[in-house]
């Protein structure tokens, strides 16, 4: 009886190893499995979120391109070769300053007003240039008549300035204009005494500042210089501006240069860079001058 009791005992030992043997590769297996479908979960998950936010991708650095003293003479109309999302700011009052605004619009581009304003070093304005001896309602009577001769613009760049900018009494009068009448402003700088932007962001009237000037001296070597620094400002701080002028150097360098942009680098409009709304970067400065075809160093002030 003994006896049969003992190997009852050990049939019983020997099924509850053999089961425990079966359920340890089952329960190994299903950890693997759950690790695994927890594992895939995370990659769908991932792939819909950056399918679904755009903004998960990395973002091109943005530059935008203004061309100023546009509407001079005919051949400014050269210009209009280079990329419909370059700005272009047009003088009032000239030959060219109606047809070549009008021109523009039609082309799908952003047109500004280039508005003259009196400088400190006595340079010829041209008609209807703002001054500092000029009472405010006078101010505004002037921008007004340049706006008129600049249809379509959507925004204002001083030309010169670095005396009328520094003032600010005339330059309230010039921001109620631009308030009232829904235009951005662009300080092209040409003091660092400039107080034009701080003086829009005052008055609730959307505003950046010219980052980098580049073909103040006109010849490629500087061209080429001044835009490998625009792209590495745009590359740090993810959008700046840039002036140019329409020299026919100018015009030649810039539509090879944007035709050819590196893949991390887009061309917006000012009005893109407005929308984003990110902080302006201030540098420092050169004393205005004329564009020659010298080349020199430069801490990028705008001439007049």
Do not use: W
Request: charged share 20%; hydrophobic share 40%.
């Amino acid at each position: 009886m003994l006896k049969k009791i003992t190997i009852v005992m050990l049939l019983m030992c020997v099924s509850l190893l053999v089961d425990a043997a079966q359920q340890l590769p089952k329960s190994g297996s299903e950890k693997s499995s759950i690790a695994l479908t927890k594992s895939a979960k995370a990659n769908l998950e991932r792939a819909q979120q950056v399918k679904q936010y755009p903004s998960f991708k990395q973002k091109k650095a943005q530059i935008a391109i203004i061309i100023d003293d546009i509407g001079n003479k005919r051949a400014d109309a050269a210009a209009f070769a280079l990329p419909e999302k370059v700005t272009f700011s047009i003088l009032p009052h000239t030959s060219f300053s109606t047809q070549f605004s009008t021109y523009s619009y039609h082309q799908g581009r952003e047109v500004m007003l280039h508005m003259p304003m009196e400088s400190l070093h006595g340079e010829a304005l041209g008609d209807g240039a703002l001054l500092a001896s000029m009472y405010p309602n006078e101010v505004e009577r002037a921008l007004l008549l340049a706006l008129e001769s600049v249809p379509h613009a959507i925004g204002v760049n001083n030309h010169m300035g670095s005396k009328l900018t520094q003032i600010t009494l005339q330059m309230n009068a010039v921001m109620d204009v631009l308030n009232n009448n829904k235009l951005y402003f662009i300080d092209s700088r040409t003091t660092k005494f400039t107080k034009a932007h701080q003086i829009a962001q005052q008055h609730g009237v959307a505003t950046a500042q010219r980052h980098v000037f580049l073909d103040h001296y006109a010849n490629e070597a500087f061209l080429e210089k001044q835009f490998e620094q625009l792209v590495r400002k745009a590359r740090r701080n993810g959008a700046v501006i840039g002036i140019a002028h329409p020299y026919e150097i100018s015009i030649a360098f810039l539509k090879k240069k944007l035709a050819n942009l590196p893949d991390d680098v887009e061309l917006i409009t000012v009005s893109e860079f407005l929308s984003l709304g990110g902080e302006d970067i201030s540098d420092s400065f050169e004393q205005p001058r004329l564009a020659n075809r010298s080349i020199q160093t430069t801490t990028d002030i705008a001439p007049e």
